[in-house]
T-cell receptor, first 110, second 115 residues
């Protein structure tokens, strides 16, 4: 059974700092997704990672995938308050069903 | 471009009352459709998914049901709501095949409070 673990589950950080959110999964998969959810809102797709070594960047966010280590990272560079949200990773179970992490609530303080 | 609409956005219902949430997708054909529920401060729970008209797979046994009467319409229903049905309900779609299959696009969500 595919399981997905995110850590940390909660992260409070200062503006301008760098940090990384980790997403580990338990069985082989080469499709991983990152989503953002603002409080009270729906989920927005951030990154789609479809192969080993895939790296995607959008502004201050960069996501990578290591399928051998079964690990994806979401790196935040020089955080700004607008990036405060909950971030979810999700892994395809090879049947186009997504297994979700519990989410990382990120608070960025001015 | 593709869009997904979900309604109502908010509803407050008494215990034992019926429920109907509706979701429609525009700009694509034969999408996979999904209903998720998110309890307050929690992660996502897949309730139902559908790969075609009239084809519904249930992931969690409960007093909810889903139907797909048309290719791009997905409905979540209940005959009698329970307190535990409260939550944020999200409809989503994905393409059904190809390298981009699996990426989900979510509707705006429906916040249900059962009193």
């Amino acid at each position: 059974e595919l399981k997905v673990e995110q850590n940390p589950l909660f992260l409070s950080m200062q503006e301008g700092k760098n940090y990384t959110i980790y997403c580990n999964y338990s069985t082989t998969s080469d499709r991983l997704y990152w989503y953002r959810q603002d409080p009270g809102k729906s989920l927005e797709s951030l990154f789609v990672l479809l192969s080993n070594g895939a790296v995607k960047q959008e502004g201050r966010l960069m996501a990578s995938l290591d399928t051998k280590a079964r690990l994806s990272t979401l790196h935040i560079t020089a955080a700004v308050h607008d990036l405060s949200a909950t971030y979810f990773c999700a892994v395809d179970d090879s049947n186009y069903q997504l297994i979700w992490g519990a989410g990382t609530k990120l608070i960025i303080k001015p | 471009s593709q869009t997904i609409h979900q309604w109502p956005a908010t509803l407050v219902q008494p215990v034992g009352s019926p429920l109907s949430l509706e979701c429609t997708v525009e700009g694509t054909s034969n999408p996979n459709l999904y209903w998720y529920r998110q309890a307050a401060g929690r992660g996502l729970q897949l309730l139902f998914y559908s790969v075609g008209i009239g084809q519904i797979s249930s992931e969690v046994p409960q007093n909810l049901s889903a139907s797909r009467p048309q290719d791009r319409q997905f409905i979540l229903s209940s005959k009698k709501l329970l307190l535990s049905d409260s939550g944020f309900y999200l409809c989503a779609w994905s393409v059904s095949r190809g390298p981009w299959a699996g990426e989900l696009f979510f509707g705006e969500g429906s916040r249900l409070t059962v009193l």
